[in-house]
Nanobody, 125 residues
Framework: QVPLVESGGGLVQAGGSLRLTCAAS????????MGWFRQAPGKEREFVAG????????YYVDSVKGRFTISRDNAKKTVWLQMNSLKPEDTAVYYC??????????????????WGQGTQVTVSS
């Protein structure tokens, strides 16, 4: 089990920044790759960013490359998503998720075993 809790969402103007935090518990956090997904109203959940177990490899969907940065600290059992230059189309509920290391970088939600409850990000124009 890898319980996950997200925080850091909120309302921000276009061009602004937010940092999302995903706090994990459990003994096996460092053996999991992690990902951030988002889901806007009426749309499917989509992959945003991923990071391998060590933090040495990261993955991003094209729409956020150069604007978002994923990072992790295994000692703190925490994953972050730094979001800069936010756009109204980034508005969504953001979820962090854990997947076995062999699925590191997967864009598919069904590969992820554990999910947080989500945090709302709203970007106003």
């Amino acid at each position: 089990q890898v319980p996950l809790v997200e925080s850091g969402g909120g309302l921000v103007q276009a061009g602004g920044s937010l940092r999302l935090t995903c706090a994990a518990s459990g003994r096996t956090f460092s053996s999991y790759a992690m990902g951030w997904f988002r889901q806007a109203p009426g749309k499917e959940r989509e992959f945003v960013a991923g990071i391998n177990w060590s933090g040495g490899r990261t993955y991003y969907v094209d729409s956020v490359k150069g604007r978002f940065t994923i990072s992790r600290d295994n000692a703190k059992k925490t994953v972050w998503l730094q979001m800069n230059s936010l756009k109204p189309e980034d508005t969504a509920v953001y979820y962090c998720a854990a997947t076995p290391a062999s699925y590191s970088g997967s864009y598919h939600a069904y590969d992820y075993n554990y999910w947080g409850q989500g945090t709302q990000v709203t970007v106003s124009s």
